[in-house]
T-cell receptor, first 118, second 111 residues
Framework: GAVVSQHPSWVICKSGTSVKIECRSLDFQATTMFWYRQFPKQSLMLMAT?????????EQGVEKDKFLINHASLTLSTLTVTSAHPEDSSFYIC?????FGTGVQPQHFGDGTRLSIL | SQQGEEDPQALSIQEGENATMNCSYK?????LQWYRQNSGRGLVHLIL?????REKHSGRLRVTLDTSKKSSSLLITASRAADTASYFCATDARGAQKLVFGQGTRLTINP
């Protein structure tokens, strides 16, 4: 089945540090990837839609200068949390859709990155 | 809120019993999907039901969709301890690429 790899799975760093999270589709191509944020015992909130070769589309209330997204190839999107602060601590999850899949395709999710800012 | 509602928010049952979770949404949809999330992990796709379908089965899972009521249900039959997880419905709205997730149901199966 389709696999999405997300790295790192856990990050602990000091306030003010910038953190990069990678999302890779391992066995399929994805023009579109999605980045979500999830607080404990809550649902997923879409942050932005990452489009290969173009600018990401951010959801209302998400600071694009804070959460930099780069989708340089059909298999890789990165999310950089710039100058992270404790309030940015959360579980970040990416997902991707198979570009060439037949029929209606579900999204395939990475295993998430737990970000803890001290 | 753009998110749908799920109920119950938490459900605890004995192994072997059936578990039913409900989901309501607000917009017209292409399809509705159910996902499972184990604690601290990503989401696993369970089943997708198109807007022109009313019921779908996959193993011990049964999903219904009522577009007139904008609601769906997920039934897990003969539950197992390994079914303990959070379950989310997500709608794929017409004209939109993105999924909108419900609040989720935390299911606990007691051995």
């Amino acid at each position: 089945g389709a696999v999405v790899s997300q790295h790192p799975s856990w990050v602990i760093c000091k306030s003010g540090t910038s953190v990069k999270i990678e999302c890779r589709s391992l066995d399929f191509q994805a023009t579109t990837m999605f980045w979500y944020r999830q607080f404990p015992k809550q649902s997923l909130m879409l942050m932005a839609t990452s489009n290969e070769g173009s600018k990401a589309t951010y959801e209302q209330g998400v600071e694009k200068d804070k959460f930099l997204i780069n989708h340089a190839s059909l298999t890789l999107s990165t999310l950089t949390v710039t100058s992270a602060h404790p309030e940015d601590s959360s579980f970040y999850i990416c997902s991707a859709r198979d570009l060439f899949g037949t029929g209606v395709q579900p999204q395939h999710f990475g295993d998430g990155t737990r970000l803890s800012i001290l | 809120s753009q998110q749908g509602e799920e109920d119950p928010q938490a459900l605890s049952i004995q192994e072997g019993e059936n578990a039913t979770m409900n989901c309501s949404y607000k917009t017209s949809i292409n399809n509705l999907q159910w996902y499972r999330q184990n604690s601290g992990r990503g989401l696993v796709h369970l089943i997708l039901i198109r807007s022109n379908e009313r019921e779908k089965h996959s193993g011990r899972l049964r999903v219904t969709l009522d577009t007139s009521k904008k609601s769906s249900s997920l039934l897990i039959t003969a539950s197992r301890a390994a079914d303990t997880a959070s379950y989310f419905c997500a709608t794929d709205a017409r004209g939109a690429q993105k999924l909108v997730f419900g609040q989720g149901t935390r299911l606990t199966i007691n051995p």
